[in-house]
Each structure stands twice: as C-alpha cells, then as structure tokens.
C-alpha cells in the first residue's frame, strides 16, 4: 500500500496558499477529495488542484464558439468596410479589369512590325519574334491568373 501523508484542511490551505472555505469550495466542486473527515492525502490534493489549475489556465486561452463566430463576423465587417472605401476589390472585378490591360498591351504586338520597317521581309522575322513573345507573355500571364484565383501568390 503506499505511503499517504494526510493532513488536515488547514495544512493542506497552507500549502496550496489557499484559505480553508476555498479548500471546502474545491471538495464541493470534486478538484479534491476527502479521504476522512477534513482529512486530505497530500500528494493525491497538490496534483489533483495543479491538474485543475492548468485545465482552468487552458480553458481560459481557448476561445469559445461564441468568440469564435464575433471574430468570424468582425472579419467580415472589415473586408465590408474596405470594399466600400474601395481599399478592396472583389477578384472577379480585378481580374476583369488585369485581362483587360493584358488584352490591351498583347495587341500592341500585332502593330511593332508595321511601325518599325515597310520591308515585307523583315517585317515577317519581326512578326515572328512578337508572335513568340506574346505567345511566352500570354502563357505567364495564364499562371499568373491561375494563381490568383486561387489564393496563391504568384
């Protein structure tokens, strides 16, 4: 059988730097059991009250579904609250907006050719090399995109 120090509830108070109604108060609540009348085992009550001191500390940190659902909501009255001071975009309309300057700067290919030389030979080389590097850009922009739709940053 092994070794028990029992103390009474005034020794036990002492050493866990509580008052001897709070002791009471922790048996009513089951943190400590009496192993006699307003007799404690020693070593079973320190561990038995560090066990629910922690579990109260845990408790504390350990945000509830309530909270949980008012910093959901917070969130979103944020997000709200910079769309409306257009601090931020829905990402379909960005995106809108992203093809329409990457149309733009695509087609500015088709015209280098004929802005650089009237010479049909060397406008077909040139048109060749714009139509490689639109056909590269378009690729990355794709990614690009891509990656923005999903949450990526590209």
């Known amino acids: 059988m092994a070794n028990l120090t029992i103390v009474s509830t005034s020794v036990l108070a002492a050493v866990l730097t509580l008052s001897t109604r709070r ?3 922790l048996v009513a609540l ?3 059991e009496r192993v006699g009348r307003g007799e404690f085992d020693l070593a079973q009550s320190v561990q038995r009250y560090a066990d629910w001191r922690a579990a109260q500390a845990s408790a504390r940190h350990r945000p509830n ?11 979103l009255i944020a ?6 001071q257009r601090g931020l975009i829905p990402l379909v309309d960005a ?3 992203f093809d329409h300057v990457v149309e733009s700067m695509l087609s500015s290919f088709e015209r280098l050719p004929r802005l650089v030389t009237d010479d049909a030979g060397e406008r077909a080389r040139i048109e060749a090399v714009c139509e490689d590097t639109r056909a590269q850009l378009r690729k990355q922009i794709d990614e690009i995109r891509h990656s923005l ?5 590209p």
């Open 23 to 25: 002791v009471t108060e």
């Open 79 to 84: 997000v709200k609250i910079e769309r409306e």
């Open 30 to 32: 089951g943190v400590i």
């Open 95 to 97: 995106l809108d907006e």
């Open 65 to 75: 579904a309530a909270t949980r659902l008012q910093d959901r909501k917070a969130a």
């Open 149 to 153: 739709q999903n949450g990526a940053c």
